[in-house]
């Protein structure tokens, strides 16, 4: 099933009030959150072959990601399906656990 409409904005549904970090910053952790879901998900070698994927079919690097969010989130669905949207929560997650800690 083939959905045009762009998925939310990553960071407008995590980023608690009261925080403020840089763009940067914010992709940083971004990558650290996506590596360890990932890893968790898939393992370590399936992370590398995945983002060798990307690369290669879509054109978009690891260090791409956070300035290609919403890119990024619809390669997931086509690549993984439902879980795609898992990933896409487990994520979501972590990176808000991530910028909940740097709130207190």
């Known amino acids: ?13 995590i980023m608690p009030k009261g925080v403020t970090t840089d763009k ?5 952790l971004i990558l650290e959150s996506l590596d360890a879901v990932l890893d968790e998900t898939l393992g370590k070698p399936m ?4 983002y060798d ?7 978009m ?10 890119d990024f989130m619809l390669i997931l669905e086509r690549n993984f399906g439902k879980n795609g949207k898992t990933i896409r929560r487990d994520i979501a997650q972590r990176l808000t656990q991530e910028l909940g800690a740097r709130r207190h």
Do not use: C, K, T, V
Not at 24 to 28: T, Y
Not at 53 to 59: C, G, K, P
């Open 53 to 59: 994927l990307l690369e290669r079919n879509y054109y």
């Open 1 to 13: 099933m083939h959905n045009d409409e762009n998925p939310p904005s990553l960071l407008g549904l």
């Open 47 to 50: 992370r590398q072959a995945f």
């Open 24 to 28: 940067e910053d914010i992709g940083r």
């Open 61 to 70: 690097s690891r260090d791409d990601i956070p300035r290609r969010l919403g």
